[in-house]
């Protein structure tokens, strides 16, 4: 029997890493426009082996400026999330990723000011593979 490993940090390396680029903010507290990613789940093992998971997060784009900034950030997060760029993770294969639905929200006051922010949800899923030692 296998003892179980989580892959749910890993997975949430991996968007982290695949999203970072030039001009991008990352994270809650960085200056807008920025991406966030956040509601990360590990499913249960798919296998009796316990290699085989799947992870589902939301990958979000905040502006509190123009729809325009949300679409860009979506954009480029789609080419860099779900090109055939070969995902490396230590520990994991990547043995899939796919989008998943994507919600635009705009127009939404913050309860602590006057401000609107613009929003552009996208659910990604990334299927993982414990690698073994044999390999």
């Not at 989580?6 to 680029?21: D, E, H, P, Q, Y």
């Not at 998971?53 to 905040?62: D, I, N, Y």
């Not at 994507?102 to 006051?109: I, K």
Request: some cysteine.
């Amino acid at each position: 029997m296998s003892t179980f490993t989580s892959s749910i940090a890993s997975a949430f390396k991996l968007i982290r890493n695949a999203l970072t680029r030039q001009g991008v903010k990352i994270g809650g507290t960085a200056a807008y426009p920025r991406v966030e990613i956040h509601s990360v789940v590990e499913d249960a093992p798919q296998t009796k082996d316990n290699s085989v998971r799947s992870v589902t997060a939301t990958v979000e784009c905040v502006s509190a400026e123009k729809v325009a900034d949300v679409v860009t950030l979506l954009e480029g997060n789609t080419e860099k999330l779900f090109a055939d760029a070969g995902l490396v993770l230590t520990g994991w294969d990547v043995i899939g990723i796919v989008p998943g639905q994507v919600r635009l929200f705009d127009e939404q006051q913050s309860l602590d000011s006057a401000a609107v922010f613009y929003r552009v949800l996208q659910d990604v899923t990334i299927w993982l593979e414990l690698k073994t030692n044999n390999a």
